[in-house]
């Protein structure tokens, strides 16, 4: 099963790209080649590009402190295990901590390294980081793996809070859905959504051996999914059998 998944809410959209980018400077860090370190470096910018966002870091206590709130009025549940309860609300409580005493903004410490500034700056051109460009980054890369990974990884600390508090925070929400399976009648499914809650995110599982592409849109009313199939000559191309497939609402 291939497992899509579609925000429906623009901080939602946020977290989610935000986590996709530090799964991959998590593979980038520990390899040793000078390349990798590259993208590891790359990913980093990009990672600041989407939490400079002078409100991040307030959604983000603000949705620690509400999933706490949450998880307070489950005490007493004889459904619920307090023990697994108390630990998830230690993990909310140490997220909160430690994003919360972050001096300034998220990636503060990182924007303020003229150095790490001026490769942001370059590497955005195609072949900006040429060695004629920038001969000290060109030198940093012929320094020892070692030291080039002990440094990647103290530039990606001041980011950790916020790593911890996004991979967090998209656990639970995911954890919210439960799957249903749906048939889509001639490849097109629209749904109005149940009132009375608000989801925050879609999840579609669908057959790798279909070969097919959802087309998904949605909003806080509704959500639709188109099925595609790509034909020989690459193109998409609207699917017009029913389909099964697996698909949760998370609120």
Not at 43 to 59: A, G, M, N, P, Q
Not at 159 to 169: I, N, Q, R, S, Y
Not at 192 to 208: H, I, K, S, V, Y
């Amino acid at each position: 099963m291939i497992l899509y998944e579609f925000p429906l809410q623009e901080r939602i959209r946020t977290y989610l790209r935000l986590e996709h980018l530090f799964l991959r400077l998590q593979q980038l860090l520990p390899r040793t080649d000078a390349m990798d370190h590259h993208f590891a470096l790359a990913t980093l910018f990009e990672i600041l590009e989407v939490s400079t966002r002078s409100d991040l870091k307030s959604d983000l206590l603000k949705d620690l402190d509400k999933q706490k709130h949450t998880l307070d009025s489950y005490r007493g549940n004889p459904a619920i295990a307090e023990s697994v309860l108390d630990a998830v609300i230690g993990q909310l409580d140490l997220c909160f901590e430690t994003l919360n005493n972050l001096p300034g903004k998220i990636g503060q410490t990182l924007s303020e390294n003229e150095w790490l500034m001026a490769i942001r700056s370059r590497i955005v051109i195609p072949g900006g980081t040429c060695g004629f460009d920038l001969p000290a980054y060109h030198a940093w890369q012929h320094k020892p793996s070692a030291l080039r990974q002990s440094q990647l990884q103290q530039w990606t600390l001041s980011l950790k809070p916020m790593a911890d508090t996004v991979f967090l925070l998209l656990k639970l929400l995911r954890d919210s859905g439960a799957p249903q399976k749906v048939i889509v009648n001639n490849g097109q499914l629209q749904q109005n959504l149940p009132q009375g809650r608000t989801f925050l995110l879609l999840r579609l599982a669908l057959d790798e051996a279909l070969d097919m592409v959802p087309e998904i849109s949605g909003n806080r009313l509704m959500v639709s999914v188109r099925l595609m199939h790509q034909g020989e000559d690459n193109r998409l191309q609207t699917v017009t059998e029913d389909v099964s497939l697996e698909l949760a609402l998370c609120a």
